[in-house]
């Protein structure tokens, strides 16, 4: 796994899941410096760069999904401290 600079021995004990997962993860590391490398040069060069933008995009994928929550829950807040100051 020369892109992990990890060593043969170390490779070997690595879980076959834990080996394919970090498989996967070159090519999206990979992608997020080239669109780096993509903006830099269209940049020096001009030129219509969106269409290699959008594949390497694609083949970033959605590196974090997050959950937002819009509404603060002040009554669980209140929970929480109570049980706090009680020491429970």
């Known amino acids: 796994m020369h892109f992990y600079a990890i060593g043969y ?7 076959i899941y834990t ?5 996967r993860n070159i090519d999206r ?3 997020e410096e080239d669109k780096r490398m993509l903006i830099v040069m269209s ?9 290699l ?7 970033q994928g959605e590196v974090l999904a997050t959950e937002t929550k819009d509404e603060f829950d002040k009554a669980g807040l209140m929970k929480l401290k109570s049980r ?5």
């Open 53 to 59: 933008y959008k594949s390497l995009t694609e083949t």
């Open 29 to 31: 590391i990979r992608s």
């Open 43 to 51: 940049n020096a060069f001009g030129g219509d760069p969106k269409a």
């Open 19 to 23: 080996f394919w997962e970090m498989a």
């Open 84 to 88: 706090f100051m009680r020491g429970a």
């Open 9 to 15: 021995t170390e490779f070997r004990e690595l879980p």
